[in-house]
């Protein structure tokens, strides 16, 4: 299992192919991870659950949008 270090810094950069994402932790070395368009819808949808949904379109607790 990898160890787990706060994150210092990431940077993302769009490429031919879909993204390059270099994250760099506090301890630790820095990497650069390529991400297809389809893995980074993915990683969106997550963000967005993990902050209580999407902002477009969403409601508050009455049921009306803001």
């Known amino acids: 299992m990898a160890k787990l270090l706060p994150l210092q ?3 993302l950069q769009e490429t031919e192919d879909g993204y390059r994402l270099l994250v ?3 301890g630790g070395e820095s990497i ?5 368009p389809d893995q980074m819808d993915d990683i969106i949808d997550s963000l967005e659950n993990a902050m ?6 969403a409601e508050d607790d ?3 949008a803001f």
Do not use: Q
């Not at 650069?32 to 297809?36: A, E, K, L, N, R």
């Open 9 to 11: 810094s990431f940077s």
């Open 24 to 26: 760099s932790a506090i």
């Open 32 to 36: 650069y991870v390529s991400i297809t």
């Open 52 to 57: 209580g949904g999407e902002a477009e379109g």
């Open 62 to 64: 009455e049921g009306e």
